[in-house]
């Protein structure tokens, strides 16, 4: 039986140097669903070390969260990655590790902070997870849709860091599951302004609480899955987009 999901499928822990210190796991779990959310993307920068705290402090909640990621390209674009399961997102991060460069510095960049799901803090990480990676946006696709994960082209609308501020355009031959619009412009305003040919989702990207769910997506699908928000941008089978 079809059903709504409301869907914010963008939200940085404590782990993103540029989030708010309180983005825990539990705290973000906890207040999304006060909001009503009931589908969570976790996507830091570049690492996944902070979704299984957010896994397992939303089981038993009626909250289904969604490991994921948002990767930096080597052209500066930021790609949304998001998977069923954590050890996906984990095998991503592997990849990832692999081709980031750099140390983090807390004074200047902030600190990347590692929390379980009892809002303990577990240490901190010292890569440089605000940085770029050495992927190209194409290897970055390839590489998610090889680990059958949702490949999204975060915050289009945004003047950096997007595909289209960095690139200009969004290439035919990418195969992208979807397009990002930020909270900073209406799905009407993007699709008069991008004409996209590809689905458009809206999500928060929070940094801090009070940005969680401030935009959502709301999919009619059966279930909380990948499998189900894919045929619900491709509208198969009665899955579709509401807003």
Do not use: W
């Not at 989702?201 to 997506?217: K, Y």
Request: proline fraction near 5%; charged fraction near 20%; aromatic fraction near 4%.
């Amino acid at each position: 039986m079809l059903r709504s999901f409301q869907a914010d499928l963008h939200v940085h822990t404590c782990l993103s140097p540029c989030a708010d210190i309180n983005m825990s796991p539990a705290a973000i779990v906890k207040r999304a669903q006060s909001l009503g959310v009931d589908i969570l993307g976790i996507c830091d920068h570049n690492s996944a070390e902070n979704v299984l705290a957010a896994v397992a402090a939303a089981r038993g909640h009626g909250l289904h969260v969604l490991p994921g990621m948002e990767l930096t390209s080597a052209e500066e674009v930021h790609i949304l990655a998001l998977f069923d399961k954590p050890e996906l997102a984990q095998a991503l991060q592997e990849i990832v590790y692999r081709h980031l460069p750099g140390k983090n510095d807390e004074e200047i960049f902030g600190m990347q902070v590692l929390a379980n799901a009892d809002d303990e803090v577990l240490g901190f990480n010292q890569k440089l997870l605000i940085g770029a990676t050495t992927l190209g946006v194409d290897e970055i696709v390839k590489n998610i849709h090889s680990l059958q994960g949702l490949a999204i082209a975060a915050h289009i609308d945004r003047e950096s860091f997007s595909l289209i501020s960095q690139l200009g355009f969004v290439p035919d031959n990418l195969p992208l599951d979807a397009l990002e619009i930020s909270p900073a412009i209406s799905p009407e305003e993007a699709l008069r302004r991008y004409a996209p040919a590809l689905p458009l989702v809206q999500s928060s990207d929070a940094h801090q609480q009070d940005e969680i769910g401030r935009r959502r997506t709301v999919f009619l699908i059966e279930e909380a899955s990948i499998a189900e928000i894919k045929k619900a941008l491709q509208q198969q089978e009665g899955r579709r987009i509401v807003h």
